[in-house]
């Protein structure tokens, strides 16, 4: 047992050096899993009693480890809370994803029983999709460790994520360590020789082939010239101040001296990071708002140009209007939403609005509503507003008057390739991300942050102009190249003439299909397992009679 545990563990520690921001260490990813199923396969063929549930405890914690050492950066942004609840907080995110990735691996096992070897190993393949697209989709969302992303700092490697998304680096991965694992295997059960070969060969095309293929995109990948230039701004306001000890009109005087240090007559788009517009903004008066008519002045200076701007708005209703409205008076007859948005302003009385849409659990939304009401105070420590953040259902795209459009994407949204992607399709030429990754702190988390949205250009074959209040700002181009970037925790603004693209990749068109074909699949599986179970325990009930 302590050897299995010690194989899941090693297992966990080579995928938390393959896990980006680590450059040079990707490669690991190809044989990370190899101890862990070797533990698995010790597990299967023991003697031992209750194999499914050291299957799943086993890998556990190597999945625990593995996840802990990546986000442990989530524990700085709850400091505030304490020392205690921020670590009770933080074991949240540390082991909701490696419980579903062990019920993974449990799945298999179950499926193991009933069916050959090389059968299950491609059902645990599915059931992890599976789990990825849950964890992407249900209330507790959180896709930072979708397997795909591993190959966020090594984009060269998986240009091809423009048909596949991340869920073909999910599946490139398993594919390569199963068979690692298969090869080493057969040498402990004496396999045939020239099974050993054919195996070996399978394993060199999987892992050759998409390299080449990606390699002749990326080298070969050209930009169709349609420019356009954009200044990026990092304003380095502490996170914490934005709303308290630092006045909202030195705030905008901050952000309107940098981007005037770097524009041009014909710059089209000043990107701004999230709620730049820090003081609250009623959206049926924001025309009369102090800190619009500032921007409005500013940009007035330029006739073609757009500031896209993070803001923290609100609505008012005479009724509940929206489930997520809340009471704004004590008798209840007035209600009200309050939004992460991003704005567009430019020289007109038009402001487009979008509302972020992806909301951070616990911080910005309490997951299955009335269900976890009991954990609000818990919850208020994540530094957000408790369930108390409005929505909006749909991808969003700005429009400049001169027609060109931007898909507004509001921090944790970029994460979600397809979310992005329906951006795109709608008709977003660039790319603007707007963050505030200062809660983080100086960790890997910001980092990753940064190395994810690579992955966003590749998937559209856009341009990324990346605005972040404490940094790292960036550019990157359509092939997922940083082409400028900030530093950490300094003021800053850059600008670039980039290319803009209309022309549709096949995951834009398409979205995730991989996982939510592996979803169908995985259901179809829990079925398939519940039913041999109640049918195993029918069979040695009547074993006991009889």
């Not at 849409?357 to 954990?375: I, T």
């Not at 979600?416 to 603007?432: C, D, L, M």
């Not at 590749?458 to 970037?485: K, L, M, P, Y």
């Not at 693209?501 to 996982?515: A, C, E, K, M, Q």
Request: with cysteine.
């Amino acid at each position: 047992m302590k050897k299995n545990i010690l194989l899941s563990i090693l297992s966990g520690l080579l995928l938390w050096i393959a896990w980006p921001p680590t450059s040079y260490t990707t490669f690991l990813l190809f044989v990370g899993f190899v101890p862990m199923l070797l533990a698995m396969e010790n597990i299967i063929q023991s003697a031992t009693t209750n194999k499914g549930k050291k299957v799943y405890w086993t890998t556990f914690a190597g999945f625990f480890i593995w996840n802990t050492l990546s986000i442990y950066w989530v524990y700085n942004s709850l400091k505030d809370a304490g020392t205690v609840a921020a670590i009770f907080i933080s074991l949240v995110p540390f082991s909701l994803g490696p419980l579903l990735m062990s019920l993974a691996c449990w799945m298999y096992y179950r499926l193991r029983l009933k069916t050959e070897r090389w059968r299950a190993l491609a059902g645990l393949v599915i059931f992890w999709m599976g789990y990825e697209y849950l964890h992407q989709n249900w209330d507790l969302n959180f896709p930072w460790m979708t397997l795909g992303n591993g190959f966020a700092v090594s984009h060269s490697w998986i240009q091809w994520y423009e048909y596949t998304g991340v869920y073909g680096g999910t599946i490139w991965i398993w594919a390569v360590n199963i068979l690692v694992f298969l090869i080493y295997i057969g040498l402990a059960e004496n396999m045939k020789r020239t099974a050993r070969m054919k195996l070996s060969g399978v394993l060199a095309a999987v892992v050759i082939l998409p390299l080449c293929l990606s390699f002749y995109q990326y080298y070969s990948y050209e930009e169709q010239p349609n420019p356009s230039n954009i200044v990026v701004v990092q304003p380095n306001i502490d996170p914490y101040g934005k709303s308290g000890s630092i006045p909202h009109t030195e705030q905008l005087r901050i952000l309107t001296h940098l981007s005037d240090s770097l524009a041009q007559p014909n710059t089209e788009f000043f990107i701004w990071p999230e709620t730049a517009l820090s003081a609250d903004m009623d959206e049926d008066a924001i025309r009369r708002n102090g800190q619009f008519e500032q921007v409005q002045q500013f940009i007035s200076k330029y006739k073609n140009g757009n500031v896209l701007t993070g803001a923290e708005t609100y609505k008012l209703y005479s009724t509940r209007k929206t489930t997520s409205a809340r009471p704004a008076d004590p008798s209840g007859k007035l209600f009200y939403d309050s939004f992460n948005t991003a704005l567009n302003i430019e020289n007109s009385a038009e402001v487009q609005t979008y509302h972020k849409s992806k909301l951070v659990p616990g911080a910005e939304e309490l997951p299955f509503g009335d269900y976890l009401s009991f954990l609000k105070p818990v919850f208020e420590h994540l530094g957000g507003s408790t369930g108390g953040y409005g929505k909006q259902a749909e991808a969003g795209v700005f429009y400049s008057q001169s027609g060109i459009g931007v898909d507004p994407v509001i921090c944790y949204e970029s994460i979600w390739g397809e979310y992005v992607a329906q951006s795109v399709k709608k008709g977003a030429q660039f790319i603007a991300i707007i963050t505030n990754d200062g809660w983080w702190e100086n960790t890997s988390g910001k980092d990753q942050h940064l190395d994810y949205a690579k992955l966003r250009a590749i998937e559209t074959r856009r341009w990324v102009a990346r605005s972040a209040n404490t940094g790292i700002s960036a550019f990157i181009n359509q092939r997922g190249d940083v082409v400028q970037h900030t530093g950490w925790w300094v003021q800053a603004a850059i600008k670039q003439d980039i290319n803009l693209n209309s022309d549709l990749t096949v995951y834009t068109r398409f979205g995730d299909y991989l996982p939510k074909a592996a979803s169908i699949l995985t259901i179809i599986g829990i079925f398939y397992v519940v039913f041999n179970l109640k049918l195993r325990k029918r069979i040695n009930r009547a074993s006991a009679r009889g």
